[in-house]
């Protein structure tokens, strides 16, 4: 069985950090394509953050190119995403998922696994 469990959500001021974990099981991390993605009240869920597999790299949303990146440790079996500079904007609910592939899509459909998701709330 498939557990994806994220940490690290809170509450904090704009220009703070807060670095997020996704703790995989049942699931092999290194294997295949992850990502953060987040969700406001009233939008359509969004891709943050994607990290392939093998050298192909990583995919960064405009909104957080620069202050976020997006890390995975194989020993671990573990995902990151460290967020620096937080705005206001970045408020959500942050989501952790995985592909069963190693190539990356920004459509949430394209995930199969899915955390139960993390709150990020950042005031001004």
């Known amino acids: 069985q498939v557990q994806l469990v994220e940490s690290g959500g809170g509450s904090v001021q704009a220009g703070g950090s807060l670095r997020l974990s996704c703790a995989a099981s049942g699931y092999t991390a290194s294997s295949n394509c992850m990502g953060w993605f987040r969700q406001a009240p009233g939008k359509e869920r969004e891709a943050v953050a994607l990290i392939y597999t093998g050298a192909a790299g990583t995919y960064y949303a405009d909104s957080v190119k620069g202050r976020f990146t997006i890390s995975r440790d194989n020993a671990k079996n573990t995902l990151y995403l460290q967020m620096n500079n937080l705005k206001p904007e970045d408020t959500a609910m942050y989501y952790c998922?995985?592909?069963?592939?190693?190539?990356?899509?920004?459509?949430?459909?394209?995930?199969?696994?899915w955390g139960q998701g993390t709150q990020v709330t950042v005031s001004s």
């Open positions: 998922a995985g592909r069963t592939e190693g190539y990356c899509y920004r459509s949430p459909t394209m995930f199969t696994y």
